[in-house]
T-cell receptor
Framework: SAVISQKPSRDICQRGTSLTIQCQVDSQVTMMFWYRQQPGQSLTLIAT?????????ESGFVIDKFPISRPNLTFSTLTVSNMSPEDSSIYLC???????????FGPGTRLTVT | KQEVTQIPAALSVPEGENLVLNCSFT??????LQWFRQDPGKGLTSLLLIQSSQREQTSGRLNASLDKSSGRSTLYIAASQPGDSATYLC???????????FGAGTILRVKS
């Protein structure tokens, strides 16, 4: 199994600012995923991050708002740009591997935008 | 487009009861299905993974079944305990290494 850590665990940010969330995996993985969980909702995929190529964004999410970096096989960052209160959510990263491709999740970053 | 539905949305049971959580998906062409647990304000813990070729998986008091052709999975929890109180999420992946599509979850409360 993979162990995934995220930083920060939570933050309170002002409208119009940006926050970068870090995700570290304890083993090399091909793909990492970034999800958003809005209050009381389930998880929605923001983008898939492959090492060495640009991230692939889901419908409704754009690179200017959620730029992603993937500099190596164990690390990724998600930036939430020009934040508004509607961006208040839990942001989670995940990765998988093994023959079954079981996916594991980080503890999440709880973001509050005021 | 794959859609995942979970029933019931919420469930409250007395301690010791056996219970079943249901998950259905619209496209049966899945690679695998995972059940997760999420405690309030926390990340997800993987409980069980079932490959598309499998019928069930067991871990302790948990048993997950899969009927791929009908697009259904169930999570059976035996002898429920207050510590089982959490949100349970079902998710499917359509190919190896691909994203997960999540259901809305079932909020479980086990009363002591």
């Amino acid at each position: 199994s993979a162990v995934i850590s995220q930083k920060p665990s939570r933050d309170i940010c002002q409208r119009g600012t940006s926050l970068t969330i870090q995700c570290q995996v304890d083993s090399q993985v091909t793909m990492m995923f970034w999800y958003r969980q809005q209050p009381g909702q389930s998880l929605t995929l923001i983008a898939t991050a492959n090492q060495g190529s640009e991230a692939t964004y889901e419908s409704g999410f754009v690179i200017d708002k959620f730029p992603i970096s993937r500099p190596n096989l164990t690390f990724s960052t998600l930036t939430v740009s020009n934040m508004s209160p509607e961006d208040s959510s839990i942001y989670l990263c995940s990765a998988g591997g093994g023959i079954d491709y079981e996916q594991y999740f980080g503890p999440g970053t709880r973001l509050t935008v005021t | 487009k794959q859609e995942v539905t979970q029933i019931p949305a919420a469930l409250s049971v007395p301690e010791g009861e056996n219970l079943v959580l249901n998950c259905s998906f619209t496209d049966s062409a899945i690679y695998n299905l995972q059940w997760f647990r999420q405690d309030p304000g926390k990340g997800l813990t993987s409980l069980l993974l079932i490959q598309s070729s499998q019928r069930e998986q067991t871990s302790g008091r948990l048993n997950a079944s899969l009927d791929k052709s009908s697009g259904r999975s169930t999570l059976y929890i035996a002898a429920s305990q207050p510590g089982d109180s959490a949100t349970y999420l079902c998710a499917v992946s359509e190919e190896y290494g691909n994203k997960l599509v999540f259901g809305a979850g079932t909020i479980l409360r086990v009363k002591s």
